[in-house]
Protein backbone atom coordinates (compact mmCIF):
# COMPACT_ATOMS: atom_id res chain seq x y z
CA UNK A 1 0.00 0.00 0.00
CA UNK A 2 1.15 3.51 -0.43
CA UNK A 3 2.59 4.92 2.60
CA UNK A 4 4.45 8.29 4.13
CA UNK A 5 6.08 7.94 6.88
CA UNK A 6 7.18 10.20 9.37
CA UNK A 7 10.11 8.31 12.04
CA UNK A 8 10.02 11.01 14.33
CA UNK A 9 6.83 11.58 15.89
CA UNK A 10 8.02 13.66 18.97
CA UNK A 11 10.89 16.20 19.15
CA UNK A 12 11.71 18.44 21.87
CA UNK A 13 14.72 21.30 21.34
CA UNK A 14 15.83 24.14 22.35
CA UNK A 15 15.90 27.51 20.52
CA UNK A 16 18.69 27.93 18.11
CA UNK A 17 19.14 23.76 17.93
CA UNK A 18 18.73 22.79 13.99
CA UNK A 19 16.35 20.47 13.35
CA UNK A 20 15.86 17.87 10.53
CA UNK A 21 12.54 15.93 10.29
CA UNK A 22 12.25 12.86 8.13
CA UNK A 23 9.71 11.99 5.78
CA UNK A 24 9.63 8.62 3.33
CA UNK A 25 7.17 7.41 1.18
CA UNK A 26 6.88 4.26 -0.92
CA UNK A 27 5.71 5.19 -4.31
CA UNK A 28 7.26 4.63 -7.49
CA UNK A 29 7.44 8.05 -10.76
CA UNK A 30 7.27 11.13 -10.63
CA UNK A 31 5.64 12.83 -7.35
CA UNK A 32 4.74 15.61 -5.80
CA UNK A 33 5.91 16.60 -2.25
CA UNK A 34 4.64 18.91 0.56
CA UNK A 35 5.11 20.02 4.37
CA UNK A 36 2.48 21.55 5.79
CA UNK A 37 2.29 23.25 9.74
CA UNK A 38 -0.11 23.04 11.86
CA UNK A 39 0.34 25.96 14.78
CA UNK A 40 -2.18 25.23 17.84
CA UNK A 41 -5.37 25.26 17.38
CA UNK A 42 -5.14 26.68 13.90
CA UNK A 43 -5.55 25.19 10.42
CA UNK A 44 -3.05 23.46 8.19
CA UNK A 45 -0.53 25.59 6.16
CA UNK A 46 1.67 25.16 3.03
CA UNK A 47 5.52 25.79 4.41
CA UNK A 48 7.04 24.34 0.88
CA UNK A 49 6.50 22.21 -1.42
CA UNK A 50 8.44 20.24 -4.58
CA UNK A 51 7.15 20.20 -8.13
CA UNK A 52 10.20 19.90 -10.20
CA UNK A 53 13.60 21.29 -11.14
CA UNK A 54 15.94 22.06 -8.23
CA UNK A 55 15.52 19.19 -5.45
CA UNK A 56 16.51 21.42 -2.73
CA UNK A 57 13.59 23.57 -1.89
CA UNK A 58 13.67 27.20 -0.15
CA UNK A 59 9.94 27.71 2.14
CA UNK A 60 8.80 30.20 4.12
CA UNK A 61 10.14 30.81 8.03
CA UNK A 62 13.34 29.74 6.92
CA UNK A 63 12.66 26.17 6.80
CA UNK A 64 13.86 24.09 3.12
CA UNK A 65 13.65 20.56 2.16
CA UNK A 66 16.04 18.18 0.30
CA UNK A 67 14.26 15.28 -2.28
CA UNK A 68 16.47 12.49 -2.82
CA UNK A 69 14.85 10.30 -5.44
CA UNK A 70 16.71 7.46 -4.66
CA UNK A 71 16.36 7.34 -1.08
CA UNK A 72 12.29 8.06 -1.74
CA UNK A 73 12.81 10.98 1.18
CA UNK A 74 11.93 14.54 1.70
CA UNK A 75 13.26 15.69 4.59
CA UNK A 76 12.68 19.09 6.51
CA UNK A 77 15.05 21.10 8.12
CA UNK A 78 15.48 24.66 9.17
CA UNK A 79 19.35 25.49 11.13
CA UNK A 80 18.00 27.19 14.04
CA UNK A 81 14.50 26.97 15.06
CA UNK A 82 12.58 29.69 17.50
CA UNK A 83 9.85 29.20 20.11
CA UNK A 84 7.49 30.10 17.52
CA UNK A 85 7.79 26.53 15.32
CA UNK A 86 6.48 25.00 18.04
CA UNK A 87 3.32 23.26 15.92
CA UNK A 88 2.66 19.98 14.60
CA UNK A 89 4.78 18.73 10.94
CA UNK A 90 3.05 17.15 8.09
CA UNK A 91 4.77 15.18 5.13
CA UNK A 92 2.29 15.03 2.20
CA UNK A 93 2.83 13.09 -1.68
CA UNK A 94 0.70 13.36 -4.19
CA UNK A 95 1.17 11.69 -7.37
CA UNK A 96 -0.74 12.37 -10.58
CA UNK A 97 -3.91 12.90 -9.60
CA UNK A 98 -4.54 10.86 -6.84
CA UNK A 99 -5.33 11.78 -3.84
CA UNK A 100 -2.87 13.47 -1.35
CA UNK A 101 -1.52 11.23 1.10
CA UNK A 102 -0.76 12.67 4.94
CA UNK A 103 1.95 11.21 6.93
CA UNK A 104 1.14 10.76 10.77
CA UNK A 105 3.01 13.75 11.71
CA UNK A 106 5.98 15.05 13.96
CA UNK A 107 5.24 17.41 17.26
CA UNK A 108 7.63 19.81 17.46
CA UNK A 109 8.26 21.26 20.66
CA UNK A 110 10.90 24.45 21.33
CA UNK A 111 11.68 25.35 24.23
CA UNK A 112 13.50 29.02 24.96
CA UNK B 1 -10.45 37.95 2.92
CA UNK B 2 -10.50 34.23 3.97
CA UNK B 3 -9.50 31.30 1.31
CA UNK B 4 -11.46 28.42 2.81
CA UNK B 5 -13.84 29.24 5.61
CA UNK B 6 -16.15 26.60 7.19
CA UNK B 7 -19.11 27.36 9.62
CA UNK B 8 -19.16 26.36 12.69
CA UNK B 9 -16.11 26.20 14.20
CA UNK B 10 -16.94 24.76 16.87
CA UNK B 11 -20.32 22.17 17.05
CA UNK B 12 -21.17 20.30 20.15
CA UNK B 13 -23.94 17.40 20.01
CA UNK B 14 -25.75 14.21 21.10
CA UNK B 15 -25.16 10.97 19.67
CA UNK B 16 -27.82 10.44 17.60
CA UNK B 17 -28.16 13.69 15.64
CA UNK B 18 -27.63 14.83 12.47
CA UNK B 19 -25.88 18.28 12.09
CA UNK B 20 -24.30 19.94 8.63
CA UNK B 21 -20.67 21.43 8.18
CA UNK B 22 -20.12 24.31 5.67
CA UNK B 23 -17.43 24.98 3.52
CA UNK B 24 -16.74 27.99 1.07
CA UNK B 25 -14.06 28.92 -0.62
CA UNK B 26 -13.52 32.27 -2.93
CA UNK B 27 -10.33 30.65 -4.50
CA UNK B 28 -11.87 30.04 -7.73
CA UNK B 29 -10.41 26.18 -6.86
CA UNK B 30 -11.93 23.60 -9.07
CA UNK B 31 -11.02 20.52 -6.25
CA UNK B 32 -12.39 20.73 -3.03
CA UNK B 33 -12.11 18.15 -0.26
CA UNK B 34 -13.24 17.43 3.61
CA UNK B 35 -10.55 15.92 5.63
CA UNK B 36 -10.89 14.17 9.54
CA UNK B 37 -8.02 14.51 11.63
CA UNK B 38 -8.70 12.50 14.90
CA UNK B 39 -7.53 13.15 18.50
CA UNK B 40 -3.94 11.53 17.38
CA UNK B 41 -3.22 14.30 14.61
CA UNK B 42 -3.77 11.85 12.10
CA UNK B 43 -5.20 13.53 8.83
CA UNK B 44 -7.71 10.90 6.19
CA UNK B 45 -9.07 11.89 3.29
CA UNK B 46 -12.96 11.48 3.48
CA UNK B 47 -14.42 13.19 0.05
CA UNK B 48 -13.10 14.77 -2.87
CA UNK B 49 -15.19 16.70 -5.02
CA UNK B 50 -14.15 18.22 -9.25
CA UNK B 51 -16.51 21.08 -10.36
CA UNK B 52 -19.17 19.60 -8.42
CA UNK B 53 -18.96 15.66 -9.15
CA UNK B 54 -17.26 13.25 -6.56
CA UNK B 55 -14.32 11.84 -7.26
CA UNK B 56 -12.82 10.10 -4.13
CA UNK B 57 -15.27 8.63 -1.50
CA UNK B 58 -12.80 7.10 0.95
CA UNK B 59 -14.01 4.20 3.24
CA UNK B 60 -16.62 6.17 5.29
CA UNK B 61 -19.64 5.55 6.73
CA UNK B 62 -22.67 6.23 4.42
CA UNK B 63 -24.13 8.42 7.66
CA UNK B 64 -21.97 11.03 5.67
CA UNK B 65 -23.18 12.85 2.82
CA UNK B 66 -21.05 15.27 0.97
CA UNK B 67 -22.81 18.29 -1.05
CA UNK B 68 -21.76 20.66 -4.18
CA UNK B 69 -24.13 22.98 -4.76
CA UNK B 70 -21.48 24.57 -6.84
CA UNK B 71 -17.91 25.12 -7.42
CA UNK B 72 -17.20 27.45 -3.91
CA UNK B 73 -18.83 25.07 -2.11
CA UNK B 74 -18.67 21.91 -0.22
CA UNK B 75 -21.31 20.81 2.77
CA UNK B 76 -20.71 17.99 4.63
CA UNK B 77 -24.07 16.40 6.33
CA UNK B 78 -23.65 14.23 8.80
CA UNK B 79 -26.59 11.49 10.17
CA UNK B 80 -27.27 9.91 13.34
CA UNK B 81 -23.67 10.80 15.03
CA UNK B 82 -21.92 8.41 17.13
CA UNK B 83 -19.09 9.34 19.57
CA UNK B 84 -16.59 8.26 17.19
CA UNK B 85 -17.49 11.00 15.10
CA UNK B 86 -15.85 13.39 17.22
CA UNK B 87 -12.75 14.96 15.69
CA UNK B 88 -11.28 18.32 13.61
CA UNK B 89 -12.62 18.26 9.83
CA UNK B 90 -11.21 20.34 7.95
CA UNK B 91 -12.28 21.28 4.30
CA UNK B 92 -9.41 22.11 1.72
CA UNK B 93 -9.63 23.42 -1.98
CA UNK B 94 -7.05 23.23 -4.68
CA UNK B 95 -6.72 23.64 -8.56
CA UNK B 96 -6.39 20.39 -9.84
CA UNK B 97 -7.17 21.31 -14.21
CA UNK B 98 -4.53 22.60 -16.29
CA UNK B 99 -2.05 22.66 -13.51
CA UNK B 100 1.01 22.01 -15.49
CA UNK B 101 -0.08 24.34 -18.52
CA UNK B 102 -0.77 27.17 -15.75
CA UNK B 103 2.40 26.41 -13.52
CA UNK B 104 0.18 25.54 -10.38
CA UNK B 105 1.84 23.35 -7.77
CA UNK B 106 -1.48 21.68 -6.94
CA UNK B 107 -1.03 22.61 -2.85
CA UNK B 108 -4.27 22.61 -1.03
CA UNK B 109 -5.70 25.28 0.90
CA UNK B 110 -7.11 24.37 4.20
CA UNK B 111 -9.83 25.61 6.03
CA UNK B 112 -9.67 26.48 9.57
CA UNK B 113 -10.85 22.99 10.98
CA UNK B 114 -14.75 22.11 12.59
CA UNK B 115 -14.34 20.84 16.21
CA UNK B 116 -17.04 18.56 16.51
CA UNK B 117 -17.55 16.84 19.85
CA UNK B 118 -20.31 13.80 20.26
CA UNK B 119 -21.24 13.58 23.72
Known amino acids: AQSVSQHNHHVILSEAASLELGCNYS??????LFWYVQYPGQHLQLLLKYFSGDPLVKGIKGFEAEFIKSKFSFNLRKPSVQWSDTAEYFCAVKRNTDKLIFGTGTRLQVFP | DTAVSQTPKYLVTQMGNDKSIKCEQN?????MYWYKQDSKKFLKIMFSYNNKELIINETVPNRFSPKSPDKAHLNLHINSLELGDSAVYFCASSQDTLQVLAGVYNEQFFGPGTRLTVL
Open chain 1, 27 to 32: YGGTVN
Open chain 2, 27 to 31: LGHDT
